[in-house]
């Protein structure tokens, strides 16, 4: 660990609890679960600090931020902290293997976005067979993925281009 990712990965948690917090001030209640505003710093986080910082500020964020904001409530944290760790992780990982490849950030990208959908879909699964509540998982899951298409898009269009930014600056060892 080094002083420039423990600074940076300080800023990113700031950003991923100031961000949710300025979209849910705009007063549409549901912006949160359209915008994923919590998703874009963690998913950075694993491309520039790597999947162990990715996965801790993935899982810190949402916690964080219900802490602080009560933004997620308390009863989706046991979705969001593995979906988000799982999201960071990814990220970073598959960054290290496919990020000097042609279309690696996106590659990488994508599939951490898939992969943060599974575990978000696994959570939901072990939760609603643990308290015997059948069909509802997959539906939740289509569900959270519909409602959050515009968040999906935007991480399609500001990530890449950030790390590709990132990368030609040389400030990070990406």
Do not use: C, W
């Not at 959050?148 to 400030?171: D, E, F, N, V």
């Amino acid at each position: 660990m080094n002083t420039r990712k423990l600074t940076v990965g300080g800023l990113l948690i700031a950003i991923s609890i100031l961000l949710p917090y300025v979209f849910h001030l705009m007063g549409f209640p549901q912006i949160g679960q359209m915008l994923l505003p919590m998703h874009l710093p963690v998913l950075l986080s694993g491309f520039i600090l790597g999947p162990i910082f990715g996965l801790l500020l993935g899982a810190a964020a949402p916690l964080l931020n219900s802490l602080i904001t009560n933004m997620p409530p308390v009863h989706l944290l046991p979705f969001m902290v593995p979906e988000l760790a799982g999201y960071g992780f990814a990220a970073g990982l598959l960054f290290k293997i496919l990020g000097n490849k042609k279309y690696g950030i996106i590659i990488s990208l994508v599939v951490a976005m898939i992969f943060g959908r599974l575990v978000y879909a696994a959570a939901i699964l072990v939760v609603t067979n643990l308290l015997h509540v059948s069909d509802l998982g997959l539906i939740a899951v289509v569900n959270a993925t519909v409602k959050g298409i515009y968040g999906i898009i935007a991480q399609l269009i500001i990530i890449p281009p950030l790390i590709y930014a990132l990368r030609k600056s040389k400030r990070f060892d990406i």
